[in-house]
């Protein structure tokens, strides 16, 4: 299963509405995970099953779709929200990643 | 509160095996999946391989020939083999536990650990 995500880079400002997209190239019904990833950090799940917050993960994250398309949204953009963003497919060995969002805090 | 905790040899000659260790905190096994996922430089999250607590596995098809994870219950550890590096194999390892059931979600990631093949 492929996972494309975009837009690969994106630049925001604090306080701003953020979407990302990731489309599967089959249908994977609602396996999808969301994860952040600072530079030099391990990544960390936000959600999983495409809509699942993760627990102690803010309230302003959270995602939407099945199928083959799912969207992560921020609804107002922290300063500490800058990063890359993967999605992962959940439904099939070997498990696959999205190639990665880029978020830049303008 | 889980936590992992990884270590091993961080830079290795082309053929050399790369062995990295990681230690469970804080939590059973039973019923997760314990996997390895490496990131090359500047690039994407790849997923190796896991083991389960009954020590079943599953690779990456494009590594199963050079990869081997096992698990050793007593220690709370499992470990990943690979054999015969090349710098393809240059990146950042990152031990992480595999949600139980069907759906592997990943959580929580040990600290990561740079592994670079270079002669």
């Known amino acids: 299963i492929q996972l494309t995500q975009s837009p690969a880079f994106l630049s925001a400002s604090v306080g701003d509405r953020v979407t990302i997209t990731c489309r599967a190239s089959?249908?994977?019904?609602?396996?999808l995970a969301w994860y952040h990833q600072k530079p030099g950090k391990a990544p960390n799940l936000l959600i999983y099953?495409?809509?699942t917050l993760q627990r102690g993960v803010p309230s302003r994250f959270s995602g939407s779709g099945s199928g083959t398309e799912f969207t992560l949204t921020i609804s107002s953009l922290q300063p500490e929200d800058f990063g890359t963003y993967y999605c992962?497919?959940?439904?099939?060995?070997?498990?696959?990643f999205g190639q990665g969002t880029k978020l830049e805090i303008k | 509160q889980v936590q992992l905790q990884q270590w091993g040899a961080g830079l290795l000659k082309p053929s050399e095996t790369l062995t990295l260790t990681c230690v469970v905190y804080?939590?059973?096994?039973?019923?997760?999946?314990w996997s390895w996922i490496r990131q090359p430089p500047g690039r994407g999250l790849e997923w190796i391989g896991e083991?389960?607590?009954?020590?079943?596995?599953k690779y990456d098809p494009s590594l199963k020939s050079r990869v081997t994870i096992s698990l050793d219950m007593s220690k709370s550890q499992f470990s990943l083999n690979m054999t015969s590096v090349t710098a393809a194999d240059t990146a950042v390892y990152y031990c992480?536990?595999?949600?139980?059931?069907?759906?592997?979600?990943?959580?929580?990631w040990g600290q990561g650990t740079l592994v670079t093949v270079s002669s």
């Open positions: 083991v389960n607590h009954s020590g079943t596995t």
């Open positions: 992480a536990r595999g949600a139980p059931g069907g759906r592997r979600w990943f959580d929580p």
């Open positions: 804080g939590g059973s096994f039973s019923g997760y999946y």
């Open positions: 992962q497919e959940l439904n099939d060995y070997p498990r696959s």
């Open positions: 099953i495409a809509s």
């Open positions: 089959q249908d994977i019904s609602n396996f």
